[in-house]
């Protein structure tokens, strides 16, 4: 007996629909072609329009390493420590951030401070002085380090 693939009459028994293999196997590989397409389009450049709520930055310990003078570091921007990787920001007088100078995107080294902006030009992911997302593709904002003034020194945990 052969099989037509496009009959659809009802089965002879229990009212079913006839379904051939081939039908059934089409219908399983596009389901799975819609679950690998959908978990590829996650990545899109949107721009984050809500930025997160800024934190209060840890405090450093007692052992925090001298990273720069307080004077070095400029109010409403910030530097790159590339050989430390590491960026310090001051957002506002006496506020000082540290971040680990790598993209959350993909791992790529933060390629400095421009203006009021950390810079990653690897997929031209920016962030805020607090270390949140300004433009994607990123999403995650800057793994913060402890830091703080002491003195005239900025120290980093």
């Known amino acids: 007996m052969s099989i037509d693939p496009t009959d659809r009459r009802p089965a002879p028994t229990g009212?079913?629909?006839?379904?051939?293999?081939?039908?059934?196997?089409?219908?399983?590989?596009?389901v799975a072609a819609a679950a690998v397409l959908s978990a590829c389009g996650g990545e899109t450049e949107e721009t984050d329009s809500?930025?997160?709520?800024?934190t209060?930055?840890?405090?450093p310990g007692p052992d925090a390493a001298v990273v720069a003078a307080t004077a070095d570091i400029?109010?409403?921007?910030?530097?790159?420590?590339a050989d430390r990787r590491l960026v310090v920001t001051q957002p506002v007088a006496g506020d000082y951030r540290a971040?680990?100078?790598?993209c959350t995107h993909s791992g790529c080294n933060?390629?400095?401070v421009v203006a009021d902006e950390i810079v990653c030009d690897c997929h031209?992911?920016?962030?805020?002085l607090d270390g949140t997302v300004s433009r994607g593709p990123a999403r995650k904002p800057l793994k913060a380090r402890p830091a703080?003034?002491?003195?005239?020194?900025?120290?980093v945990d």
């Not at 081939?22 to 399983?28: D, E, N, V, Y």
């Not at 703080?148 to 120290?155: F, L, N, T």
């Open 15 to 30: 009212g079913q629909p006839h379904l051939c293999r081939r039908a059934l196997f089409g219908g399983a590989g596009a």
């Open 124 to 128: 031209g992911s920016r962030f805020r």
């Open 110 to 112: 933060i390629t400095g």
């Open 50 to 54: 809500t930025p997160a709520a800024p």
């Open 74 to 81: 400029p109010v409403g921007s910030g530097v790159l420590f």
């Open 148 to 155: 703080g003034a002491r003195g005239a020194d900025v120290v």
């Open 99 to 102: 971040f680990v100078a790598l």
């Open 56 to 59: 209060t930055p840890p405090e």
